[in-house]
């Protein structure tokens, strides 16, 4: 609901559908960029790109940060 650097309170999501993203303007992404993920079935994962390992841990299948479909 809010960017947890910015708020330590903010409520962490594992997992939301493209709809509740653009319905509660969740600022995940740009709003065509999830409009077009949703027309081609593309999932989104969101997570922290500057932690040392997650970009491996994203790719290797482990469960980390936000699942958007």
Same mark, same amino acid.
């Given at each position: 609901?809010?960017?947890?650097?910015?708020?330590p309170? @903010?409520?962490?999501?594992? @997992?939301?559908?493209?709809?509740?993203?653009?319905? #509660?303007r969740?600022q995940?992404? =740009?709003?065509? @960029?999830?409009?077009?993920?949703?027309? #081609?079935?593309?999932?989104?994962?969101?997570? =922290?790109?500057?932690?040392?390992? #997650?970009i491996?841990?994203?790719?290797?299948?482990?469960?980390i940060?936000?699942?958007?479909?």
């Open positions: 609901d809010q960017d947890p650097k910015l708020n309170q @903010a409520k962490r999501y594992d @997992a939301l559908t493209y709809m509740e993203v653009l319905q #509660n969740l995940v992404m =740009d709003s065509t @960029a999830i409009s077009l993920c949703m027309e #081609n079935e593309i999932p989104i994962v969101v997570f =922290d790109l500057f932690k040392k390992g #997650n491996k841990r994203v790719i290797s299948g482990e469960k940060g936000t699942v958007v479909s």
